[in-house]
């Protein structure tokens, strides 16, 4: 089912300098692969530099060091304003809050619009018509075009968030949290569209969530990131079902099913402590101050991305070195 | 589970209905809602935003500006004492004592100016007239009791100081100061990840065992109502369509709203795509709430009876019969007259 590989990214890094020698290291030296055709999920927990490392792949953040690639072709540094004209449009993004990604005072018509009309793929004739297109498939009405966002409710806003994405007839689609600020009935909604498109239009999605459950569902792998690094990634079922890191173990264990008689049989166990901060990181592993399992090799030694299982399933933990 | 095995109810709400004024006319956020919370036990509280579960509670502790806030009818009986109606200086001396709550955003609700100490002592120096001294042993206690480390040293520091689940815990104790019969919990790991979630809650069944407290816990996901619920109440624009004990609601649902919820959310232990069923259209508008169900519009077993006529609570039958807890769902296919196939998709919905 894996195809060619649409994004390739190596030893990527990504550090805000907060002031003189003290920097935030939010993603460092991550190496993944998104695959044509995929859903990849990537989930951690708040600060573990999930969302940044979606702008960097949109090119809204550019890169400390590493290499990007997107179909093959090298889009590190900065780019001339010609490639880059060309790459925004075959890369989009919904985003997480539809009430402040959405302008106030534009029409939907023009909001769903704007795209298509700075790179000039619309006619005048045909604008109406595709704008009427796109509404109704998203779910929407012909006629919603000339009302405003605030007309709308946060699902809807939602709805035409993925239109204005999509009008641009992208092929990777950075989904940054998309349903977590909508209520759990709308999610399951957005969530189907969201797959229906994908299927219709052929697209890539990076599912960039901290929803595991929903996660273990909607996508065919999944990466886990913890402190700006990833700690396993694989098919989703393998990361959730049989996780190989520690952090992954835990992550797994704390989310709650929505099963009372599943939950009771449960034993949990919790890790301890929080996150740890991301401004000039310590050597060795990052997880290594929370982990049941921490040698002395960890706080010394970071761990490298390996395979820990046949297939793709891969972690970045040194007991899992043999 | 008997936990409430011919015990009273600590906390007893009749018919309680809450308005908004607005320009826009009046939002009846909480539409008649009656329930029991019973000794040592912890009711969920489930519904999607707006649907009046948050206002419900705010009302109880004396926390809905009036106005635009206005209680249309309604009692909520604590220890024999209806708390509607009470004056602001005596719903001061409930609040905090009997009702204890904890919000969301635990940084927005602590002040920012005072030690996190100061914040706990003052609660113990207001309700119980304890010295400075007493008050700040009882907090580093309370700091212990919800398991912050090096609690002598974290006393004097301030809310930024905090990470947001250690600033939970500090909302907790500050709740727990005057050991209150009720602690009311709205939404209290929403803000936070899903591994200091477990831990808060963890917390929180702890503390309810040791100290055999209810609580009431405010929430919108299904997992962590499946994690430390006993009791669940569903709410949906501003009623409660179903309530019943955990099990029944999770095994068992018996109004459509909770099928169509429990169909809505993935399940990782059932991981098959097809199985997220949405529910269609949205929560009605309580500024014109609909005449019969509120529920009908959305609902894929709708009768005539649905759209013209409000349903009652009909009590719903237990297949466990060790379980005590009052069942009961607010929906027509319950009524003896209602067509058995339509029924079904309730009764079979999750067999």
Not at chain 1, 270 to 279: A, K, M, N, Q, R
Not at chain 2, 63 to 69: A, E, K, Q
Not at chain 2, 129 to 152: D, G, H, M, Y
Not at chain 2, 293 to 312: H, K, L, N
Request: with cysteine; aromatic share 6%.
């Amino acid at each position: 089912m894996l195809t060619s590989k649409l994004v390739e990214i190596e030893n990527l890094s990504k550090h805000f300098r907060l002031a003189r020698g003290k920097y935030l290291h939010a993603v460092d030296k991550v190496s993944l692969d998104i695959f044509e055709g995929e859903t990849l999920g990537l989930v951690g927990e708040s600060g573990c530099g999930k969302s940044t490392l979606g702008r960097m792949i949109i090119k809204l953040y550019t890169e400390t060091e590493g290499t990007l690639r997107f179909a093959g072709e090298n889009i590190s540094g900065s780019m001339r304003s010609s490639r880059r004209r060309e790459f925004s449009r075959k890369v989009q993004m919904i985003f997480q809050d539809p009430y402040s990604s959405l302008n106030p005072r534009m029409t939907v018509k023009d909001i769903i619009a704007e795209g298509p009309d700075a790179y000039g793929l619309w006619t005048g004739k045909e604008r109406d018509k595709k704008v009427s297109f796109w509404l109704e498939r998203v779910g929407l009405h012909a006629s919603h075009a000339s009302r405003y966002p605030h007309e709308f409710s946060g699902g809807q806003r939602q709805r035409i968030g993925i239109a204005r994405a999509l009008a641009m007839e992208p092929k990777l689609v950075i989904c940054d949290e998309p349903i977590s600020a909508l209520d759990v009935s709308v999610q399951a909604q957005v969530i189907n569209l969201l797959r229906d498109l994908q299927v219709e239009q052929k697209l890539t999605y990076l599912f960039i969530a901290h929803d595991l459950s929903m996660v273990r569902v909607v996508c065919d792998r999944m990466a886990v990131m913890y402190l700006g690094q990833i700690v396993e990634v694989g098919s989703a079922e393998d990361v959730y079902d049989k996780p190989q890191h520690p952090y992954t173990q835990a992550l797994v264990q704390a989310n709650p099913i929505p099963d009372p008689a599943v939950e009771k049989a449960r034993t949990r166990r919790l890790i301890d402590g929080e996150i740890s901060s991301p401004v000039n990181p310590q050597p060795g592993c990052r997880f290594a101050p929370r982990c049941p399992h921490v040698m002395d090799k960890c706080r010394s030694v970071s761990p490298l991305l390996h395979e820990v299982a046949p297939g793709l399933q891969r972690a970045a933990c040194h007991l899992l070195v043999h | 589970m008997n936990y409430n095995d011919g015990r009273k109810p600590l906390l007893e709400v009749r018919d309680l209905a809450v308005e908004f004024a607005t320009w826009g006319g009046s939002v009846q956020a909480v539409r008649g809602v009656s329930f029991e919370v019973f000794p040592g036990e912890i009711l969920a509280v489930v519904g999607e935003s707006g649907c009046g579960k948050s206002v419900t509670f705010q009302t109880l502790m004396g926390l809905i500006p009036c106005p635009p806030g206005k209680v249309v009818r309604g009692s909520a009986k604590l220890g024999g004492r209806d708390l509607i109606g009470l004056s602001n200086r005596e719903m001061e001396k409930i609040r905090g004592k009997d009702l204890g709550m904890i919000f969301q955003d635990p940084l927005t609700s602590l002040n920012p100016t005072m030690t996190v100490g100061n914040q706990i002592g003052e609660v113990i120096r207001k309700h119980r007239n304890a010295s400075s001294a007493e008050a700040r042993k009882e907090t580093l206690e309370l700091l212990r009791l919800v398991q912050i480390p090096e609690p002598e040293s974290r006393i004097d520091q301030y809310p930024h100081q905090f990470s947001g689940g250690m600033r939970q815990r500090i909302m907790i104790a500050i709740a727990l100061a005057c050991r209150p019969q009720v602690l009311i919990a709205d939404e209290p790991t929403t803000a936070l990840d899903v591994t200091i979630q477990g831990q808060i809650l963890e917390l929180l069944k702890k503390l309810q065992r040791e100290i055999n407290m209810a609580v009431v816990l405010i929430t919108h996901d299904l997992g962590v109502v499946a994690a430390v619920a006993d009791r669940v109440a569903v709410m949906y624009a501003g009623e409660i369509v179903e309530t019943g004990s955990a099990e029944e609601i999770f095994a068992r649902p018996s109004h459509p709203y909770t099928v169509g919820l429990q169909h809505a959310i993935p399940n990782p232990l059932r991981p098959d795509r097809g199985a997220i069923k949405p529910i269609p259209g949205s929560p009605p508008d309580l500024f014109s709430p609909p005449a019969g169900c509120s529920f009908a519009a959305r609902c894929p077993s709708a009768m005539d009876v649905c759209t013209s006529f409000g349903p009652p609570a009909f009590a719903v039958e237990r297949k466990n019969s060790a379980d005590t807890g009052k069942r009961y769902s607010a929906c027509w296919l319950h009524h003896q007259a209602a067509p058995t196939s339509l029924r079904e998709v309730v009764t079979h919905a999750h067999v």
